[in-house]
Nanobody
């Protein structure tokens, strides 16, 4: 099992910045991709950013150039630096850890952290 604990959400004004953190513990040795997803009220959960164990990144078009995903291997922590925030970025943000073996994938999720962008 893998445990994920997010932190760093909150209320921020449009144009502001926030950094989300996700601390991973447990059987993380075989995790090969970590990412951030978000879900706004009435919408489906969507991928925001992902980072593979090889260092490749993938971003949603809506956040490219504004958000950056990174990791600190020594702390088993993944970060999402969010800048130039917009009201449409308001959502619950979830940390995800994926174990991909061939066509199979196991997913682990954090509890979510609320990000609200409002003046």
């Amino acid at each position: 099992q893998v445990q994920l604990v997010e932190s760093g959400g909150g209320l921020v004004q449009p144009g502001g910045s926030l950094r989300l953190s996700c601390a991973a513990s447990g059987s993380i040795f075989s995790i090969n991709v970590m990412g951030w997803y978000r879900q706004a009220p009435g919408k489906q959960r969507e991928l925001v950013a992902a980072l593979t164990s090889g260092g490749s990144t993938n971003y949603a078009d809506s956040v490219k150039g504004r958000f950056t995903i990174s990791r600190d291997n020594a702390k088993n922590t993944v970060y999402l630096q969010m800048g130039s925030l917009k009201p449409e970025d308001t959502a619950v943000y979830y940390c995800n850890a994926g174990r991909v073996v061939g066509a199979a994938r196991d997913d682990y999720w954090g509890q979510g952290t609320q990000v609200t962008v409002s003046s």
